[in-house]
């Protein structure tokens, strides 16, 4: 079993030690991190309702939660200005 970890995390080889954090730790925690930042954006910034992919919301002032212009209660007025 530790040596499958050994493997995965690419210090197996006996490269030197720089070129095995370069080539197995550091690619593998940075793809992880952009794997679960862009899920942690869509899953905070689309749109409230089930189903609803929208990632283009507003916050509603009747609960406060990302709201795209469909199920907006305001409906249409999101994204235009509070002057028009």
Same mark, same amino acid.
């Given at each position: 079993? !530790? +040596?499958? !970890? @050994? ?6 080889? #006996?490269?030197? #030690?720089?070129?095995? #954090?370069?080539?197995?730790?550091? =690619? %593998? !925690? &940075? ?6 930042? %862009?899920?942690? @954006?869509?899953?905070?910034? +689309?749109?409230?309702?089930?189903? &609803?992919?929208?990632?283009?919301? #507003? =916050? ?6 990302? %709201? &795209? ?16």
């Amino acid at each position: 079993m !530790l +040596n499958w !970890l @050994y493997t995965w995390l690419g210090l197996s080889n #006996a490269s030197g #030690a720089q070129y095995l #954090a370069w080539s197995g730790v550091i =690619p %593998a !925690l &940075c793809g992880f991190t952009f794997i679960f930042g %862009a899920f942690h @954006y869509i899953r905070n910034k +689309n749109c409230h309702v089930k189903g &609803c992919w929208s990632l283009h919301t #507003a =916050p509603d002032p009747k609960h406060g939660w990302n %709201a &795209c212009k469909n199920h907006h209660s305001l409906g249409h007025m999101v994204g235009r200005s509070h002057h028009e």
